[in-house]
């Protein structure tokens, strides 16, 4: 039987970066995942020689995740990219009044449209967000936003910033504080959200961190110290246990864990999902469409390759999404149909350049997202379970999407090293 300070069930963003702050602190760390490499869903594939991640990324300037990044002296490289554009409304593409230019060009408002337009933008970058009542953000739209058009591009915007499609369930503070965040503008990373993760584990290692990856938990018994029982028949005894699998497997995993913190995590979770398409062309056909947004569909088109490289011999990799809220949906081929449908209005001919694709009908974003029902925020203890501790993008305390990975990651690490450091107190006492 092996022992462990901790053991970390997962090895994606969370559980890599927890795993270096407390390998870091001294703490003997063990990272179990059970597929064939680390990263979760942060991966990147390589297809024909084009880098494709597991749906669309982009990291959020300011966040908790560049900052935790720097902490950690984690270097990554990208560009912020350019979001002029389109958007697309009746099936037809009109330009993106994101800019003063663009808004006079743009067919898409009437002049009174874009004064309030205009008037709500500013609004947004500087608001207290504190300031904003619990409300949804359909209430907030309908209270600050007069004309029915202006308030369908700044829901537009609002789910392209939390990948939420569901305005009567979203908090309206936390959605405008992140739509303030994302107007900072958003890093592409070069050669994928791989790099990052290559880069936490190389971390990692360093600080002595053991990484066994094509191992599977299949259950945990918690304890004075916890045993976790791997499918290849591994006992592992560990003083404490991080789980970054979310909600409903962390239940799964732990015995007699009804009636405790992991129960009340699993049932107010909501998960997001969305439909994904890549594709990686050997040039554009039309070379000045790189950005569009849908005003009356859930969708979001943009070039990845114009801030960052994605591909090994000049490809030019295009992500697109479709937004499907918290409910997944199992119609792949409608969705796929969609995009598509979008290409041939952005790129068309785009199928004599295409040199590889990847379609993901139904991917989760984040295991859960902030609702103006919450009742908790949840982690990173559980706190009928002395020396079981929960992160991930479900666990976020406020935070969205990554920066809710990262900053529930910290959070879990420091909670341990606190509790490790009370528990040796008392020993000595």
Known sequence: MNTFDVAIVGGGIAGLTSAIYLAQAGKSVLVLEKASKVGGRAQTNSKNGALFNLGGHALYRGGAAEEILNELKVNISGAVPDTKGYAIWNGELFHLPGSLGAMVRSKLLTWSCKTELVRVMLKLQTIDTSSIPHMSLREWAEKEIKNPMVRNVIYALCRTSTYCIDYDQQLASAVIRQVKSGLKGVLYINNGWQSIIENLRSKALAAGVLIRTNKMVSSIECGIQHQLFCTDGETIEVSNVLLTTGPEQSMKLIKKSEGTLLQKWNQQARPVYVACLDIALKKLPRSSHHFAIGID??????????????????????????????????????????????????????????????????????QDTISVHDKQYFGPSVPQIPGLYIAGDGAGHGEMLVDAAFASAKRAAKAIMQNEGLNRLRREA
């Not at 081929?333 to 004599?352: A, F, T, Y």
Request: include cysteine; aromatic fraction near 6%.
């Open 297 to 366: 569909q859930h969708i979001l088109f943009s070039n990845h390759s114009r801030a960052c490289s994605l591909g090994q011999n000049g490809e030019i990799v295009i992500q697109m999404i479709k937004y499907l809220g918290t409910k997944k949906e199992e119609s792949a081929n409608v969705h796929k149909q969609e995009l598509e449908s979008i290409l041939d209005l952005m790129q068309p001919g785009w199928r004599k350049e295409l040199v590889s694709q990847q379609f993901l009908p139904s991917m989760i974003v984040v």
